[in-house]
Every structure is written in C-alpha cells, then in structure tokens.
C-alpha cells in the first residue's frame, strides 16, 4: 500500500483518487481552491442554482464504469440522468435555424438537409464515419486500459486520410493537421465548418490547433447522445467527491502545490506554497499537463512534453504580416505567433445552446 498525493480536485483527480483508493492506497487529494469539482462549479443566488462550467453529459459511461468499480451503489442511484432531445439548436449568422436530435445519427443527416440543403447531411455524415474510425483507434488505449509502454501510433493523430480526394489532379497523402483544415476539406460550407468548430470550442480548445482527430466529439454527442444531470453537472460532482470520502480518499483545500519532490529520478513528494512539504510513494497530476512541466516539476528532471505551435497562416484581413513572420521563423528557427487572430469562427453561430435549462431551483 503506497501513500500517494494528487494534485488538483477536479473530476478526472478524483475519479483518479477514487480509483487508486480502491486498489489499497492512501491517498490525499491537494487542492488550491476551496471547493472540488475544477470546471464544475456552481453560481447561487436568491435560492436558485446555476452551472458555470459544462452543463451536459456526452459520454456516462465512463462515469457508470467508474462507480460501478468504486463502490456498490451505481451512478444512477446516486444522480438522476435524462437524456436531452433536441440535443442542440443553432443560429447562424445568416438567420439559418437548426436543431440537432439526441443520440440520431440519421436524425442528424435529415436535419442537416432540410437547413442547409440537400448532401450537407451526406459531407457531415461522411466526416463522422472516419471520426468512428479515430474513435475505434483511441477508445481502448485512452478509456479503457492502461497506457501501454509501447505508445507507438498514439504520438500521432490517428485520424484517417479520406481516399479518393484529389486537389491539383493530385491525389491528397497529408492528413489534415487541425479541425479547423478539416473543416474546410471536407465540408465545403461555411455552417457546417462553424458547426464542427463550435465543438471544440464549447471546450475552452482553438479549433485551428487541436488535431483533426478532435471530430470524436460530435461523433460522441450524436452516437451517444447528451444527458442532463438534474440539479446541474455539479450534482454530478458532489456524488464522486463522496465516493472518494467513502474510500477513504483525504481532501486539503486551500493547499496550492508549488512544486513537485524529486528523488533519485522519481516523485517524493510535493511543495505547497505555505512552505510545507507533503512525502509520497507518488504524485497523480490532476492539473494541465503544461502547469506541471513549466512550473511545478524542477528543470531537466522530467522531459517536456512536445509542442505544437500554430502552423502560420496565409495573409488575411486581419493578419497581413503572416507570410513575413513565416519566412523570419524559418530563419530565427522559432515560430512566429504574432499574427494569431483572435479565436473567432468567421462564419460560425451567433448563438448556441441547448435545450436543457442548466439553471435549477431548490426541491
């Protein structure tokens, strides 16, 4: 039995926590705010209560798994579930109107041609074909099993190259390297690029820099539908932070951890910023992975992760130096980021929402 700290108390730490504590361990969550939950949180006033972070569930599975492996009682006996249909409705720019089924991928393509014209349905339905081929490759490695020491194919994006696509008379070979060139390849129409950014962007990520392979999750809204959890996704959280107590699992608030213990090339332990040192067998990271190797590991005890930078994009409207900060990157042997424009798709949805109130009053 190890005594292992983890850093962070959002959900992915105390499913983590949760976890470990099952298998035998003793182990202590530090958390820097006051409250579990991360992103989950909840605004009150006035006897009413309102999800800040994300309000609906695409995939409760694994959270179905995780209770069911921590404790006796499932996870419906601890939060109510009701799946959300319509899932979703658009408002584009140009006064199209759209609404999305739940758990529908032929509702989807049906709903697809009668806003946008016919084969829109077809071009999406297409793209969500190949994400299931990406969502096929990934499922076990990153959901389901540990992380096998031969990560080979899992460095890269394992979305796959359409076939039979041509550009120039030449057949294409390179696979898109963002959504957002994915978006533009394959759908050929503004609002459905808006509508496949628009996922990506409902999780804090740029469109434009995460990896084509990011097209699994509208793949997973529409295969597996969207769940409200009632009483808000916070409820949610409040069911897993008492299964860690019911471990065993010990929480510390307002314990921000500075600093990562080094010994003999291994965790020993953590820093906190009131200058108390925590011993542990092993530390779990619950914070972004970048905070971790920037701030909280000492220098060279650890590799970095690798980077991934914007590729410089062609002159536009609002950024007309890129080709100039291109060429100068290629010759400092860095990448230029100057030229970024803000995070904004040109095209996309005035207003996205869904069709499950996140605000809920008292019982």
């Known amino acids: ?11 992915g730490a ?12 003793r182990v202590a969550v530090y958390e820097r ?36 492996k921590t404790g006796k009682e499932p996870l419906e006996s601890c939060v109510a579930l009701e799946q959300v249909d319509p899932a979703s409705r658009h408002l584009f720019a140009d006064g199209t109107d759209l609404s999305l089924p739940g758990a529908s991928r032929a509702g989807v393509v049906r709903a697809l041609d009668a806003a946008l014209g016919a084969g829109a349905g077809e071009r999406w339905g297409g793209l969500l074909g190949r994400a299931r081929e990406t969502w096929e490759a990934t499922r076990r490695p990153l959901l389901e099993e540990p992380l096998p020491r031969d990560r080979t194919g899992l460095e890269s994006d394992p979305y796959p190259i359409p076939s039979g696509r041509k550009l120039l008379g030449l057949r294409r070979t390179r696979p898109p390297g963002s959504l957002t ?44 539908g969207s769940w409200y959890v009632r009483g808000g996704l916070r409820a949610l959280a409040e069911a897993l932070y008492e299964r860690c107590r019911a471990r065993g699992v010990e929480f510390t608030f307002g314990a ?7 010994e003999n090339g291994r965790a020993a332990g953590l820093e906190l910023r009131d200058g108390g040192r925590v011993a542990a067998e092993a530390v779990i990271s619950g914070v ?5 190797y920037d701030r909280l590991l000492p220098p060279g005890r650890a590799p970095r992760p690798p980077r991934h930078p914007p ?43 869904t069709s499950a109130a996140s605000a809920t009053a008292p019982p």
Do not use: Q
């Open 14 to 25: 105390m499913a983590a926590a949760a976890r470990l504590a099952v298998a035998g361990h």
């Open 181 to 224: 060139e994915l978006a533009r390849r394959e759908l050929r129409d503004p609002r459905l690029a808006a509508l496949l950014e628009s996922h990506a962007l409902a999780y804090g990520f740029d469109p434009r820099t995460v990896p084509a392979s990011a097209a699994v999750l509208p793949y997973l809204e529409h295969t597996f």
């Open 256 to 262: 921000e951890v500075t600093g990562v213990l080094v």
């Open 33 to 68: 705010a006051e409250t579990y939950g991360g992103a989950v949180r909840r605004f009150e006033r006035d006897g009413f209560g309102f999800d800040t972070g994300p309000a609906l569930l695409h995939l409760p599975a694994v959270f179905r798994d995780l209770f069911i």
């Open 311 to 353: 590729r410089p994009r062609p002159a536009t409207a609002g950024s007309a130096c890129c080709w100039r900060c291109a060429a100068r990157a290629r010759r400092e042997r860095h990448t230029a980021r100057c030229c970024t424009p803000p995070i904004r798709p040109p095209n996309g949805p005035v207003w996205t929402g």
């Open 1 to 11: 039995m190890a005594r292992i700290a983890v850093i962070g108390a959002g959900t």
């Open 288 to 292: 972004d992975a970048r905070l971790l």
